[in-house]
């Protein structure tokens, strides 16, 4: 039998933690073999809600789940952990300056990135979701200089999941039919879905997404405004933001990381930028990658258009004024 994984999952009392363990604790993340220790750290005032999940988790049974770790202990919390999949964070309340969001949640994810490059295993994966998840992943990049860049991520495959699931519904197929879209930039609404490579599978073989839609001005228009702001019409149907979708594609995030991704497919990740396609390095940006022996890589020679490349500047502009606020915030 294979030794457990240790999963952190931060912010574990919250909405999308609440999604998100039982979906690792069944295997949905690390694959129905792998048994799993959770690690669950919230902050004080969440203490009651986090042992009522831990609770839960055991009277749920799970075969796979070999223990729970339900802390407020920072260093509790990170010490040996594989995978760390940060949720928690600071939220953006009505009337706060955007610089007072960035500055508590550099003060979070400084800390927290020192206690996992002190106590987490070698070779930790981590998968940051909380909001602004591009820049905490950066700042978390900064404050944990021992931990290979290439393990730092941020989540857009929510964003990605998103778009296969738009193109599904208008042209009436399987989503699993679709494939390779990509999500450009931040996670936030200057991201760039993109379906210039995209492909869905027909009985007489892939074809085209732009070619089967047959609608530009749908897919450079309404397509694209859709899944930017599919955040904001999940809160105004539902009213709390999304996470039973979060949490699932975070476990995809996670999944096709380590055990990859299938031959001829993408999947957009958020990842430190080395210049490819002109986005300025050092970015935490979102790329289409594939995945292989538990290490990704930005699929490179795509053809970008001059639609696109504005699109991919707009993004990256953005990303690089929040970096720019975020430094402002660390001293
Ligand atoms: P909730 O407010 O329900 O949960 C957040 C939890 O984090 C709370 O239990 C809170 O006590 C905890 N927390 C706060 N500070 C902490 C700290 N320093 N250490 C540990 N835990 C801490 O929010 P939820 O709906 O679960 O969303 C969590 C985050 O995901 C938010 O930042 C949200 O913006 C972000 N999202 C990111 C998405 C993405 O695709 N990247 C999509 C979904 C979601 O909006």
Redesign the pocket.
């Known amino acids: 039998a294979k030794e457990p994984a240790r999963v952190l999952v931060?912010?574990?009392?919250?909405?999308?933690?609440?999604?998100l363990v039982p979906m690792i604790a069944r295997g949905v993340m690390l694959g129905a073999d792998q048994p799993v220790i959770l690690h669950l750290?919230?902050?004080p005032?969440?203490v009651e809600?986090?042992n009522g999940v831990k609770m839960e988790l055991i009277d749920a049974a799970f075969p796979l789940l070999k223990g729970v770790v339900a802390t407020?202990d920072?260093v509790e919390?990170c010490t040996g952990v594989n995978i760390a999949v940060?949720?928690?964070?600071?939220?953006?309340k009505e009337g706060m300056e955007r610089k007072d969001v960035m500055s508590?949640?550099v003060s979070?994810y400084k800390?927290?990135a020192s206690a996992l490059e002190k106590h987490a295993a070698a070779n930790c994966k981590v998968l940051?979701?909380?909001?602004?998840?591009n820049t905490?992943a950066l700042i978390l990049k900064e404050f944990a200089p021992s931990i290979p860049e290439k393990n730092i991520t941020?989540?857009?495959?929510?964003?990605h999941n998103r778009a296969l699931g738009q193109v599904s519904e208008r042209l009436n197929v399987q989503v699993s039919d679709v494939k390779n879209v990509i999500i450009w930039g931040n996670?936030s609404s200057s991201q760039y879905p993109d379906v210039n490579h995209a492909t869905v599978k027909t009985p007489s073989g892939d074809k085209s997404v732009r070619e089967l839609v047959a609608d530009d001005a749908w897919l450079n228009g309404e397509f694209i405004a859709t899944v930017q702001q599919r955040?904001a019409a999940i809160i105004k149907a539902r009213k709390?933001?999304?996470?039973l979708?979060?949490a699932s594609?975070?476990c995809d995030h996670i999944r096709d990381w380590v055990l990859g991704t299938p031959e001829g497919t993408w999947v957009s990740m958020?990842v430190y930028s080395d210049g490819s396609y002109n986005v300025p390095a050092g970015l935490i940006f979102s790329f289409p990658v594939t995945c292989c022996n538990g290490d990704w890589k930005i699929v490179q020679g795509l053809s970008i258009d001059e639609f696109s490349r504005k699109k991919l500047d707009a993004t990256a502009d953005e990303l690089t004024e929040e970096k720019t606020l975020a430094y402002t915030c660390i001293n």
Do not use: E, W
């Open positions: 931060t912010g574990a009392a919250g909405q999308i933690g609440y999604a750290l919230d902050i005032p969440a809600a986090l407020t920072v919390a940060m949720v928690g964070g600071f939220p953006r508590k949640n979070i800390s927290q940051v979701v909380a909001n602004p998840a905490n941020c989540l857009t495959r929510l964003d996670h955040g709390f933001s999304s996470a979708s979060a594609s975070a958020g």
